[in-house]
């Protein structure tokens, strides 16, 4: 027997590109002559454009006949003499689950409908309030709304399976070019101690790999870090920001240091989400608010503000700011501000980082800015019951 695949949907032709006008099949698995009788007449009536009918009245004639040509929808009887009442979809189902299916039922019981809809069936339909019309009506739409699914889920497949894919090839190809790019290091080392042998010329070439070296390693570093992250299963639980707020505090401590910087934060709350990726964001923004700074003493602030069910935690600065048409890139990949600033080296990944980890968390990040006031960071995450105050 062949089945359909789960995510084939060259099985369901919609009515809809079809000009909703075509001839179509139906297979009706009903073990009453009297009733299958009824229908394939009201059927015939009613309908516009021919249709191919077909009658069997066991479920094991229904899946030999379903294995051996193609038919648009079935019209499903689940009280057969070989398959019990609550069996009989399942078994459709499972052998063909792209094939749109609608109950057919002597009982007016909406619970019963409404369970058999939910186990994937596309309509109910009462036998004893026929019309062709309105089974015609119930065909077309099944035969849609299966191909809605079956295309929105092979869509979700593929998308899931590239990601992967992308996520395997950056680690990869991150790894590949870590070893050549320390060798290529290890080599503009060795001819730094003969600079002098060099020239002018020969040194400024000099320089300027070495400095294309440190990039590329700082590159591929925070790649590695971002698939990393990526593929390390996350938590869900109970995340104090003050202890993650804490923790990135004295990885940036450094940069502080070398800013002259302050950094003050309120109370912060307590919400629902992975440590380390929240650490990462809080260090990913601090380490921003520090880097992207003014003339000024660079100044930043961390507080937070509950919104419904979400807390939102803000990091501000009164760095350089964001021009206004840069906002809504800087959370794009590799998207950099050319500032013509050589102090503030980069790579544009840690904000498309930050934004993919919050997201993930069902949250949202984005930014206040004027461009030489400084800019403001916000992040929302689901709350955990119970706040610090
Ligand atoms: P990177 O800092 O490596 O360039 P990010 O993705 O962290 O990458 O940031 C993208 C761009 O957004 C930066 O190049 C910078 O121009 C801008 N930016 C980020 N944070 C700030 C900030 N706090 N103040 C001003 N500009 C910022």
Redesign the pocket.
């Known amino acids: 027997m062949t089945a359909y695949p789960a995510t084939d949907t060259q099985h369901v032709v919609p009515f809809i590109r079809a000009g909703l006008r075509r001839d179509f099949s139906l297979l009706l698995v009903e073990d009453n002559d009297h009733h299958s009788e009824m229908i394939r007449v009201r059927l015939e009536r009613a309908a516009d454009v021919p249709i191919q009918f077909e009658h069997v009245t066991t479920l094991a004639d229904a899946l030999d006949r379903l294995g051996s040509r193609h038919v648009d929808a079935v019209l499903l009887d689940l009280a057969l003499s070989d398959s019990p009442i609550d069996q009989t979809l399942a078994a459709v189902q499972s052998a063909f689950p792209a094939l749109p299916i609608i109950v057919l039922t002597s009982l007016d019981d909406h619970d019963f409908a409404a369970a058999t809809v939910k186990q994937g069936a596309q309509d109910f339909l009462v036998k004893t309030e026929l019309s062709g019309e309105l089974l015609l009506r119930s065909v077309r739409y099944a035969v849609e709304r299966k191909y809605a699914e079956t295309a929105l889920r092979q869509y979700a497949a593929d998308l899931e399976h590239s990601n992967e894919d992308l996520k395997q090839f950056a680690h990869t190809v991150a790894h590949e070019v870590k070893n050549p790019l320390s060798v290529v290091s290890n080599c503009l080392q060795v001819l730094e101690f003969d600079a002098e042998r060099l020239g002018d010329v020969g040194r400024e070439m000099l320089n300027e790999a070495a400095t294309a070296v440190r990039n590329m390693a700082q590159l591929v570093d ?1 790649l590695l870090g971002f698939a990393s992250v990526e593929q390390r299963s996350k938590s869900h639980e109970r995340v104090d920001v003050e202890a993650v707020f804490e923790q990135a505090l004295r990885n940036v401590r450094r940069e502080i240091a070398a800013a002259g910087g302050v950094v003050t934060s309120d109370p912060l709350p307590v919400v629902i989400g992975d440590d380390v990726q929240l650490r990462l964001v809080m260090q ?2 601090l ?3 520090l ?2 700074r003014a003339e000024r003493r660079p100044e930043v602030h961390v507080s937070a503000s509950r919104a419904g069910d979400q807390q939102v935690i803000t990091v501000r ?1 009164n ?4 021009p206004a048409e ?1 906002r809504i890139h ?2 794009d990949m590799f ?3 050319n ?1 013509g600033r050589e102090a ?11 934004r993919r980890i919050i997201e993930q968390h069902n949250g949202r990040l984005w ?1 206040d ?1 004027e461009a030489g006031r ?2 403001t ?1 916000s992040f929302s995450l689901p709350a955990a019951d119970e706040i610090r105050q």
């Open positions: 925070e990913n923004l380490s921003n608010a880097k992207y600065d760095g350089i700011g964001i840069h800087i959370f998207y950099r501000v500032d503030a080296t980069g790579t544009g990944i840690g904000l498309a980082f930050c930014v800015s400084g800019s960071f």
